[in-house]
């Protein structure tokens, strides 16, 4: 069964809070910085009837790893020998105790969980999945806000290719940010969201090429995301890079 404790964290708005999932002896994303929310985690990490012994990262972000080290050191303090796993090319303020890699299976003493490799959000980015197709979806998806992809590291045809890639295998996603959702039906609206949204930074582009004005992501954005309260003109940008990025690989421009 999966247990789920969103805690607070210095994630993007509209989320405030990132969720930590525990299945058996693993905790999944030891999420926050701050010590009252540490505090809040290893009391509900006690809570599990079979020892918690492993903490698995879903990838680096600060968002996702900023409780990691201190529930390793506080489970070691009182006899647990904690370990923290994530892939290889995470890049992480401390050590690990080891990694896993795509195929790799957890025993979780609740059921097994693999590992699927699921980068274009972040580099090293893993989900793991249930055999009943329940998966815990890090940030591939999110229930609250939405996933940005962010060059360098972000890229857009990588991630299509992981929404892709879990489209026939995930049949609910516990992601890390918001409530869990239905597996296929929101893999296939972030397909059509995204190839959207590409059609439209396109149009946007052509149309400031037409004009003899200087292409840019913040140029684009500011067609491309005109009327849409709410929207980061950052994180705006950002995606439009992505996207630009992907028309030139794919279109040559």
Not at 29 to 50: F, G, H, I, K, M
Request: charged content about 20%; hydrophobic content about 40%; aromatic content about 6%.
């Amino acid at each position: 069964m999966i247990h789920v404790l969103p805690v607070r964290t210095p994630t993007l708005p509209p989320a405030t809070h990132t969720n930590v999932y525990r299945v058996g002896r693993v905790v999944f994303d030891a999420a926050s910085p701050y010590a009252d929310e540490q505090a809040r985690t290893l009391a509900w990490v006690r809570e599990s009837p079979v020892p918690v012994d492993t903490i698995v990262l879903t990838h680096h972000h600060h968002d996702h790893v900023g409780g990691a080290e201190a529930l390793r050191t506080a489970l070691r303090a009182s006899g647990t020998p904690a370990k923290i796993l994530a892939h290889r090319d995470s890049v992480l303020p401390f050590d690990l105790d080891g990694t896993l890699d795509d195929g790799d299976v957890l025993d979780t003493g609740d059921g097994p969980l693999r590992a699927v490799y699921t980068p274009g959000h972040a580099h090293g980015h893993l989900v793991f999945l249930a055999e009943n197709g329940d998966c815990i979806a890090g940030d591939l998806v999110a229930g609250t806000g939405t996933i940005v992809v962010a060059p360098p590291e972000g890229h857009l045809e990588t991630y299509l290719q992981s929404l892709r890639r879990m489209l026939p295998l995930a049949k609910r996603l516990y992601p890390a940010h918001g409530p869990d959702l239905p597996g296929e039906d929101t893999l296939r609206h972030y397909l059509f969201h995204r190839a959207m949204r590409t059609e439209q930074v396109r149009v946007a582009r052509d149309a400031l090429l037409a004009a003899g004005e200087p292409v840019t992501p913040v140029a684009v954005a500011e067609r491309v995301y005109a009327g849409i309260p709410g929207v980061d003109p950052l994180f705006a940008a950002l995606q439009v890079a992505a996207i630009l990025a992907w028309l030139e690989e794919h279109h040559g421009g």
